[in-house]
């Protein structure tokens, strides 16, 4: 028996732990490191429909225990990305999923019909913190309305399971969260960046060249773990967790928190080995826990023992 | 490429904020002049990131690696406390490096580099002086305190030194250098500050063979992954990690 | 002159640097490691009409470059400290800002009411994140309408200036600091504490008694910088900036997004002495700008340089 | 009360997983037993906080106070690595400690502890043996390879010692040992976890003079700003750190 298998949105992972969406690039930087079999799922960087040059450089700052990141969603845009990079990804004995972002429900739809019948992808992950051009700008993730809407729309043509990644920078998630269960999300992605910025003291210039970025890292982690713990209360579908994760222990908090799996992004740059090592860690926690199965854990901190026992 | 911890066998400050630290690992992996490793300064996450720093010397025989940096920042000061016998983790070999095998014996090659661009150009020239290459460089310095190694490039090419006060060598910057360097120049290879690269770049008619660059850019990964250091170029977006940090001078776009 | 003179809301300060409220009891403490009248002004503890509890313990946290808080508004109440403890501070040659909380309207009427009369009360400073218990439990730092009527009914009690903390747990904090300038504050402070949460993974149970608190400390910084310079942009009233500041090289970016003066949390916990060596800091930054006066610093990120020399 | 660099004069490991750390400032400022200090183990924000730790042995004359504490979480894991030579910033003296003063020539005082309580016990006993007072302590361990001091205390007070398993003295916790005391007790002094001072506090009648017990709380400041700490007591609500960690029995309320 596989301890750490993991049913989430109708697939089955190998493991909870998987690399979070533009962390990862397409995965073949990380293959030089282990074999990404190992990994319970992959996330890909996110696809437009057309190519995207990004931001300029500086794309990276750093902060206490966290970084600032303004890539701009660059890619090489749906055809590159269909044509010339899933097929490599084909004979990946693990789920991929592939990030899609765009600036009008349109862009979502055209991607995820399109990917959702690649062999290669085993899911979705719609990113809602871009800017909304057709709404004003405002993005797609801080309105529970829109956030349904574009839900519906690329569920209605997709043939996989599609998760929409969540924005932290909102007032209140849980009723985000809702909307896009209601428009008929298989699961739910969190979080994303928060919004942040780093001045220079010595230029008074931004230090991104973009100016704003998203923050992640370990800087992030309480945030993550609260929202998760009360969303994942309010909605029933599965939640793949992120944000600061850096050990197995962070990845135990996030599934005692409510996610069924665990993403982990900045944490690659700073040990390449991160994923691997999290996996061979887990076991000892279940041990710990004296729990046959991972997914056992999920939730525990709000659901009462007898309840998953 | 890969990440491992390396015993610090030396460490100390050779100029005015600028630190030598030699690092060992055994079996060493295959080293190529011009390439850099990733270096987590600290097992905390204060600084969280990694630190790009060039290698400056590669010792196989002694599975050793020396890099060379300037202390000012987080992570930078906090490598600075690291003692003979502690480990360091490093992620590594990183980028392309410069092309040595294309140059032969005979050639003339200059290397210009500023600051703590310098640092590569050391094993380069080494690795170029053991080809049989003729080796000219010239070494950019703010002043004569933070200057470092000209006596050991001295052995091993002929070398111009500039210094923004004049303290060091010619008064200005690697640019009032150059035109004293009257032979026919086949290779010119170069590193540091990107207006310091832009002259060099600008003077690539001036250079029979070829002319290289090696670049700078903030980083996430260091190995391709996060798109965080991309540079434009002539074939489009490039990665300073791992399609850099030596591009052509005539690929660059800076 | 003094370059660290600092006007802000009809005060003088002699120089930006505050604690921030909470951190900081009623100042006592700190006296013992420096003279407080060292400092622009004092931030103290939230008041409330009525004596408060708090939570039970543990009421802190750590987190990566950050800790959690959820100590619960303890305090004795208005009377207490309006007889026993603000006459202590009177004889203090600085300026003294009250933190004031409440669960409805009128307690923050009621506090303010009776501490604009009192001598040794420079300025108030509405703490709005806490749950409003008469619009059913959202905070009223969340609601613009909700903000700008509990600003403008302290106004109308208050002789003295009054500014309101904001809470940085919204999508749009310029929306917020929008209707509390158009309800009459005299000045905004920004930011309280991100909303967090940890889970202890061996025992599933959250860290804080609480369950939830408020994320300060270096970790937020780049979220405080982000919303200080946002909202400074779209405001005409002075900004007191805070979160995660530890150093005169903090203050100063603090400064350059718009921030008129900086208060100083968590660090005192890290070092007693952070206040007045931020202070004693201040100038050699000044020199490095080539300026004369801190308040040319104010915004200098995104003002340009001729408007302001 | 003053916040300083000190100097690391010895650091060894002295049990599994316990360290014992010597710290020199002088001036050293006056410490009293059962005071804490609050440690920043690393000049950097990981960890951000400081680390409460009590004052187990003061030297007035080495200018020295001696730490021990147990090694696990992200702080103390870190100040494990502190060598000879190396400073730790303290705040303290901190908290009110054991008030020794009333404690009489010839008065028999009991000292509980377990585990990491046990250290502030020792400064404490080695003051009341100064004193004339007879000191009997009773010690609780987890098992023989965590425990520590027991011979130190040997030397100054009739010991009984406890493990859980068995490994070392009587199986089972403090409570085993205490009905072994026949003599009378004047004073009861206990640190440790809640469950034992709960068992002390509920021993408060068998003692003639008074009975006290250190709490433990997670915490800010460490100085009574922040209200982290507090307990609840007769009086109302108090702070760990600033009226305490020392409370009576009486006062309590665990
Ligand atoms: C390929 C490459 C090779 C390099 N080789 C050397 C070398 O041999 N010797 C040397 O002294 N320096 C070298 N640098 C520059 C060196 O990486 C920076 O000086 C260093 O990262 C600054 O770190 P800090 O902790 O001092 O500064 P901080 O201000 O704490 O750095 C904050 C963040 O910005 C990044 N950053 C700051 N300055 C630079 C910079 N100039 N280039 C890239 N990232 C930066 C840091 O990596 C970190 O992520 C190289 C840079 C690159 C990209
Ligand atoms: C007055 C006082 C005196 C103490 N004296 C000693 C001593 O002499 N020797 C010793 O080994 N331990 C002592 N402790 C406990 C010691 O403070 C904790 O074991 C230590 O803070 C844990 O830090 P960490 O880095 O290992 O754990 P982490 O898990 O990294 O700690 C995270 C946070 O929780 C706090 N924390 C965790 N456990 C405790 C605890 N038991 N009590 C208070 N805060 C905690 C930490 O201070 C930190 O803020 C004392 C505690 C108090 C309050
Ligand atoms: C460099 C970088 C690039 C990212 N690109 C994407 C992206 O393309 N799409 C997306 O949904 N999230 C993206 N993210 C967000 C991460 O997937 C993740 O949600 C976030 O970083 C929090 O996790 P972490 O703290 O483990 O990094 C990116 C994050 C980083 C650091
Ligand atoms: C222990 C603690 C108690 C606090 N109490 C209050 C309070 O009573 N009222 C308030 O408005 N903010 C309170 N805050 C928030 C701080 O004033 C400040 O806004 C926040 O901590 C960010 O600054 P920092 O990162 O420098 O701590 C408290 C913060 C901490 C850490
Ligand atoms: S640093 Fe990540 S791609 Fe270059
Ligand atoms: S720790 Fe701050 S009041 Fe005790």
Known sequence: ?309 | MMVADYQVVAHEEIAKNIYEITLRHDPLPAFVAGQFVHVKVDDTSSPLLRRPLSVARIDVEDATITLIYRSGGLGTNRLTKKQVGDTVNVLGPLGNGFMVDQVGSGDHAVLVGGGVGIPPLYELAKQLNERGVRVTTILGFQDKDTSFYVRAFSKIADVYVTSDDGSIGIEGNVSSAWPLIKDPIDWLFACGPKPMLKACVSWRNQVRKASFVSLEERMGCGIGACLACVCETTQGQRKVCSDGPVFTAEEVCL
């Open chain 1, 1 to 309: 028996m596989n301890r750490l298998q993991t049913e989430i949105a109708g697939m089955t992972l190998k493991n909870p732990i998987m690399p979070a969406s533009g962390c990862f690039a397409f995965g073949s930087e990380y293959n030089a490191f282990y074999d990404l079999n190992q990994l319970g799922a992959i996330c890909v960087k996110a696809v437009t429909p057309e190519e995207r040059k990004g931001n300029p450089t500086p794309r990276v700052a750093e902060s206490e225990a966290g970084m600032l990141n303004a890539i701009g969603l660059q890619n090489p845009g749906l055809e590159v990305v269909t044509n010339d990079i899933l097929p490599k990804l084909a004979s990946l004995n693990t789920s991929v999923i592939v990030n899609v972002a765009g600036k009008q429900i349109e862009d979502y739809e055209i991607v995820a019909a399109r990917l959702s019948n690649e062999p290669a992808v085993s899911a979705l992950e719609l990113n809602i913190s871009c800017p909304n051009v057709k709404e004003g700008g405002m993005s797609f993730g801080t309105d529970p309305e829109t956030a349904r809407v574009l839900t519906e729309r690329v569920k209605a043509v997709s043939d996989i399971p599609v998760f929409v990644k969540l924005s932290p920078n909102v007032t209140d998630i849980v009723n985000i969260a809702k909307a896009v269960e209601k428009g008929g999300a298989d699961g739910l992605s969190m979080i994303n960046t928060l919004l942040g910025m780093r001045i220079d003291p010595k230029t008074g210039e931004p230090i991104l060249a973009n100016g704003q970025g998203g923050l992640s890292g370990p800087a992030v982690k309480p945030v993550a773990i609260r929202m998760i713990y009360d969303v994942s209360q309010q909605v029933s579908i599965p939640i793949i967790g992120m944000g600061g994760v850096q050990s197995a222990a962070d990845a135990i908090e996030f599934i005692l928190a409510g996610a069924s799996a665990v993403a982990v992004g900045t944490a690659n740059f700073v040990n390449p080995l991160v994923c691997p090592e999290i996996i061979h860690d887990l076991p000892s926690w279940l041990d710990e826990w004296g729990v046959d199965s991972v997914q056992e854990l999920v939730g525990r901190s709000w659901k009462s023992c007898s309840a998953t026992l």
